[in-house]
């Protein structure tokens, strides 16, 4: 699903108060989504140095969490690379 079809696609009342609780939280921390997709980029290089993930299957996104705002990613694991010594 591309950005623009989250933000505005159809969908139902709870979809669309989902996508508002994201545009807010996204406002309070002040990132645009240039710097997000950036901050994405890196992480999943990181993360890639130690096992091969799915890139086509990686949720990253911020929320609030108990008055926090919190980063939540989900990267699939396809396996343990090999580990330089």
Do not use: C, Q
């Not at 933000?7 to 669309?16: Q, V």
């Not at 997000?36 to 890639?48: D, N, P, Q, R």
């Amino acid at each position: 699903m591309s950005v623009f079809s989250r933000f505005f696609g159809r969908g139902s009342k709870d979809d669309a108060k989902a996508r508002l609780k994201m545009l807010l939280v996204h406002d309070a921390v002040d990132l645009t989504p240039r710097e997000m997709a950036a901050m994405k980029a890196e992480v999943m290089e990181v993360i890639a140095r130690y096992v091969d993930i799915d890139k086509e299957d990686v949720d990253f996104r911020l929320e609030r969490l108990s008055g926090e705002i919190a980063l939540v990613s989900n990267v699939p694991v396809r396996r343990v690379t090999a580990r330089a010594v």
